[in-house]
């Protein structure tokens, strides 16, 4: 028996490549789009380990493009649910008695094939599945992706390490057990990395799931899923069910076994599942853990000390790369009525400037929306801010779903703090920017806090520094991650955890310690050398 303890050291994080024009990526990535998009695949279910098919399929289509179809992909049923939730339980005694380093080696091994051998793979299939641009697949669909596996390895051994204290006559040690039973894991459409680490998170610390990945990301994520079994993953562990959430959530949900939810979506869904395990609490055998980021209306603040150049670079970027489709995207911005000339001018500048296009085309800033409905969803708000007199369009402002699903970069300025784009979370490029009286900060800072329901992600800008420590304090609760002169989005595995509380959900920040922890339940394990063989106290004894 192999008893060493081992040390695994800090990682870094990975580097991202620039893909300039005739480097070796971008010439291995132009040529894996070529194959990818003129092939139509099949992606089954696995369970087991095997691959099933069923009798409903489904297509996976280019959002930039939606008459091409990249794959076929069939669907669950309640059979098949139940299947995968009795392969998840067949595979915990194994994958949890397994040493934790033979765990490790396998999210090590899944990262370094996505480092090299499936790079361009990675990245074309979401590039073409979730219409990402170049750089926006590459932070995401492999860089962090990777930091994610190495760095959960990397926590993993610290927690493995905390141990409590022995005294004399006796031995004290913690077991960290992984949940007992399977953990339900529901992944979005938008980071193909929030998939895999929402797997392979509690995976890491011993426990298996059943996996409903988004629809609208089923081809990267069948990639992940196949990369993950090449690098040893066992059969079981992770059961991948593609299909209708409401029919694997109503299976799921009923099942006594259930142990716990990783979940990354809307707040709406992940209410219900909160509701539906509330109302089943007595047939489960412990008490779920519920862990989920939902989503948030996050904010830019300038200080009237801010620079407009530095304020407009960031509120573009944060609002609209991705098109808006992170959960860290700006979505209203407080911008002083001194600045506002400046800042305005720098955004119409930016505006006209970058393009909007097909993913194919690198130039192209701004991509396509994931869907039909939330192309429509962007539209509606346009046309609602367009009639309301509290609001004005001053670039943008225009859909096209002919070809492929884009909605222009759009900003409204309103009269109205309360306005209806400045509250309601809308998860598209629009932002809306209202204009303070340089007199009423502090009214302004309070009304920010107060706008929105949800607590994720939120910036201020000012060259006061004084100033940005004040609002940072007053803005305390408005943000789980909270950024200074730096847009709100781009959170970095290891560097900057990730998550927010209020109606952002659970705050158990992805990319650190704390959510591997949710994951394990410790056991404290007592030996006493000598026991006790007088029952009375000392006192008591002549």
Known sequence: MNNA???FAPPSNEPILEYKHNSQERTELEAELTRQSTMVIEIPLIIGGKEYRTSQTGTVRMPHNHTHILATYYKATEIEVQFAIESALKAHKIWSDLSWTVRASILLKSAELISGKYRAVMNAATMLGQSKNIYQSEIDAVCETIDFLKFNAYFASKIYEMQPRSTFNQLNKMEFRPLE????????????????????????MGNTTVWKPATTSLLSNYYLMKIFQEAGLPDGVINFIPGSGALIGNTVLKSPDLAGIHFTGSNETFNHLWNEVSGNLSIYRSYPRLIGETG???????????????VAVNAYRGAFEFQGQKCSAVS???????????????????????????????MNFINAVIDEASFNNCMNYIKYALEDG??????GGKGDKNVGY???????????PKFKSMVEEIFGPILTVYIYEDNKLEETIGICNETS???????????????????????????GNFYIND????????????????????????????????????????????????????????
Request: hydrophobic share 40%; charged share 15%.
């Open 5 to 7: 303890i081992y040390n």
């Open 181 to 204: 039973g399977f953990v339900f894991t529901v992944s979005p459409f938008n980071f193909t990395s929030i998939a895999s680490n929402l797997n392979m998170a509690p995976v890491m």
């Open 296 to 310: 948030g209306k996050n904010f830019l603040f300038a200080h009237p000390s801010a620079t407009a150049r530095e």
């Open 332 to 362: 209203r911005m407080y911008v002083p009525k001194s600045l506002w000339p400046a800042v305005n001018k720098e955004l119409i500048s930016i505006c006209s400037e970058a393009q909007v296009g097909d993913v194919m085309d690198p």
């Open 390 to 395: 509290d609001a004005e369009i001053i670039a």
């Open 406 to 416: 884009y909605v222009e970069p759009t900003i409204i300025v309103t009269k109205n």
């Open 453 to 479: 329901p949800y607590g994720l992600t939120g910036a201020v800008f000012a060259l006061d520094r004084i100033a940005a420590s004040s609002m940072c304090e007053q803005l305390r609760y408005a943000a």
């Open 487 to 542: 847009k709100p989005t781009g959170a970095i595995v290891g560097l900057q955890p990730f998550g927010g509380s209020r109606a952002s959900g659970t705050n158990d920040k992805a990319g650190g310690e704390f959510n591997l922890i949710r994951w394990i339940s410790p056991r404290t394990i007592k030996e006493t050398f000598l026991p006790a063989s007088e029952y009375r106290y000392g006192y008591m004894i002549d």
